[in-house]
C-alpha cells in the first residue's frame, strides 16, 4: 500500500530555495498557510509569519526554516563552463557528477557538476576531495557568450534531486533539511484552525529564512513576533545507520517519533511539556542532549529581545547536507501532533519562567 503524501509537504520539498532566494517556498507556504491564518505578513528577510488567535495569550512562536543548500554562480569561463560558491554547508566529497537546476529571470536551465574523470587523474589525485574551484556545472555552453545568455553572476542551482518513497513511509529528497520543518509548523497552524476550541494561545507559525547561512531569518522574526515561548523544529541526525558511533552523537532513529532536545538552549519547562504531550498522545519520541547552543533557529530566538521559553524538536533524518536526505514521513506527522497537542496545553499567563 503507497503511502500519501501530503501537497502541502510535496510542494515545499519540490520548491527550489537556497538561502537569500526562498521565493518559491514562500509561494507554498503563502498558499497552503495564509488562507486559515487570522493575519499573515512577510518582512525584509523574507520570513512568513501566519498568527492564529491574534489576541491569546501567551504567544507561542512555531519556527522551521524553510531555506535549503544551494550553489551560486560566481564565474563563468571563456568555454561557457560556470563555477560556484557554496550556499550552506555542503560536503563536497558529494557535488560532483549531479544534475542541477539553476534558476534564472528568464526560467530554469539544467546543468550538471562535473570535475576531471578519475582516468585522468594520478594516485596521488584519487585520493583528494576536490576544491570548489576544481568543480564546474557544465550547461552545455559554446562560449562565455553563450551562457551569459542564459546564465547571469548570482543565479543559484539546487539539486535535481525530488522526493521518492523507496519503503512504506520512508522517502528520500534532496531538502527535508528543513521543509520538513516549515510544513510541520505550518500545518500545525492549519490544524489549530481547523479545532472548534480556538487556543488560548496566540500562535505564530513562522517559515524562516537563511538558517543555513546563520540563522538570520529567526533572529528578526523573533524579535518581530515577541513571543513567550517558542518551539524551533528542524532535522536531527539519525544515528542508527553504519559508521555512527553512539559514544559520541547518542541513540536516534528513523521512525523513532521525534527527537526532544534537552540542554542549555532549552527552557526545561517546556522540555518538561512537550515530554507531557507526548505521553499524553502515547507516540514515540526520542531524547537528545546538547550541552550548548544548537545549530538551529533555536540559537537565535532563545536570546531574542530579553529572552524567550525556547524548545526544540527535531525529525531524524540520514545523511544530513546529501543531496538525497532520507526520513520517515510518520516522524514528520507525529511532529506536527506533539505541536497540536502542546498548543493547546498553553494556559494564559504561562510564560515557562523558571
Not at 551560486?72 to 544534475?99: A, E, M, P, Q
Not at 523573533?222 to 559514544?247: M, Q
Request: hydrophobic fraction near 40%; charged fraction near 25%; charge should be negative.
Amino acid at each position: 500500500m503507497s503511502y500519501n503524501v501530503p501537497p502541502f509537504l510535496a510542494e515545499l520539498l519540490h520548491a527550489r530555495s537556497p538561502s537569500g532566494y526562498e521565493t518559491e517556498a514562500q509561494a507554498v507556504f503563502d498558499r497552503h498557510v495564509k488562507p486559515v491564518a487570522d493575519t499573515y505578513a512577510n518582512d525584509a528577510l523574507g520570513n512568513r509569519i501566519a498568527t492564529l488567535n491574534p489576541k491569546g495569550d501567551p504567544v507561542l512562536m512555531l519556527a522551521g526554516h524553510m531555506d535549503e543548500l544551494g550553489l551560486i554562480i560566481t564565474f563563468i569561463n571563456k568555454d561557457g563552463f560556470l563555477y560556484f560558491d557554496t550556499i550552506g554547508g555542503h560536503d563536497l566529497s558529494v557535488i560532483s557528477g549531479r544534475r542541477v537546476i539553476i534558476q534564472t529571470t528568464n526560467g530554469v536551465v539544467k546543468g550538471v557538476t562535473g570535475k576531471r574523470a578519475i582516468h585522468l587523474m594520478d594516485d596521488d589525485d584519487r585520493k583528494k576531495v576536490p576544491k570548489k574551484h576544481e568543480i564546474w556545472i557544465d550547461i552545455g555552453a559554446k562560449s562565455k557568450d553563450d551562457a551569459l545568455e542564459r546564465i547571469s553572476i548570482g543565479d543559484v542551482a539546487t539539486y535535481d534531486h525530488e522526493l521518492e518513497l523507496f519503503n512504506g513511509s520512508i522517502g528520500a529528497a534532496r531538502a527535508f533539511d528543513n521543509k520538513a520543518g516549515a510544513y510541520i509548523v505550518g500545518e500545525t497552524l492549519i490544524r489549530l484552525a481547523r479545532e472548534k476550541k480556538r487556543p488560548a494561545a496566540r500562535v505564530v507559525s513562522v517559515a524562516t529564512s537563511q538558517e543555513e547561512i546563520g540563522v538570520r531569518g529567526a533572529t528578526t522574526s523573533a524579535y518581530l513576533v515577541d513571543p513567550h515561548i517558542a518551539i524551533a523544529v528542524d532535522v536531527g541526525h539519525a544515528t542508527d545507520h553504519p559508521d555512527c558511533d553512539n559514544r559520541k552523537y547518542g541513540e536516534t532513529k528513523l521512525g523513532g517519533g521525534p527527537i526532544i532536545c534537552r540542554g542549555a538552549n532549552i527552557n526545561p519547562k517546556i522540555y518538561d511539556r512537550l515530554l507531557t504531550a507526548a505521553k499524553k498522545l502515547k507516540i514515540p519520541y526520542q531524547l537528545e542532549a546538547d550541552p550548548r547552543p544548537t545549530g538551529t533557529d533555536a540559537r537565535a530566538i532563545q536570546v531574542g529581545r530579553s529572552g524567550i521559553a525556547t524548545g526544540l524538536i527535531s525529525v531524524p533524518l540520514r545523511y544530513m547536507h546529501t543531496p538525497s536526505e532520507v526520513v520517515d514521513l510518520e516522524d514528520i506527522e507525529r511532529c506536527v501532533q506533539l505541536l497540536v497537542e502542546f498548543a493547546k496545553g498553553l494556559e494564559k499567563g504561562d510564560y515557562a519562567h523558571w
